[in-house]
Nanobody, 124 residues
Framework: QVQLVESGGGSVQAGGSLRLSCAASEYTYSRGRMAWFRQHPGQEREGVAFIYTRDGSTYYTDSVKGRFTISQDNAKNTVYLQMNSLKPEDTAMYSC?????????????????WGQGTQVTVSS
């Protein structure tokens, strides 16, 4: 059973914008903890943004604060990542994650479910 489906990746020039979507099953969405991670080639996954869907609280990694916005649509069981002022260093595979484990939001151990990933490429 597919739990998370991402869409919205692509290629843009520096300074451009993209919006990623993560559609979840109702059960997965209701668990509350959902996040976006990214992975640069040869590196570990990095937590980018987090949202607790039960109350809307959000957290971001420092490098994207002020540029990225995570949001939710409860009617669609979907979480979005609006990415503005993109930089070449934002180039990565972005994945949506969901789970309930009690780890810091940026820790991959905190998530049961992962999407297939969507590539974001930012050219200079």
């Amino acid at each position: 059973q597919v739990q998370l489906v991402e869409s919205g990746g692509g290629s843009v020039q520096a300074g451009g914008s993209l919006r990623l979507s993560c559609a979840a099953s109702e059960y997965t969405y209701s668990r509350g903890r959902m996040a976006w991670f990214r992975q640069h080639p040869g590196q570990e996954r990095e937590g980018v943004a987090f949202i607790y869907t039960r109350d809307g609280s959000t957290y971001y990694t420092d490098s994207v604060k002020g540029r990225f916005t995570i949001s939710q649509d409860n009617a669609k069981n979907t979480v979005y990542l609006q990415m503005n002022s993109l930089k070449p260093e934002d180039t990565a595979m972005y994945s949506c994650a969901a789970g309930t484990r009690c780890y810091p939001w940026w820790a991959t151990n905190g998530y049961h479910y992962w999407g297939q990933g969507t590539q974001v490429t930012v050219s200079s």
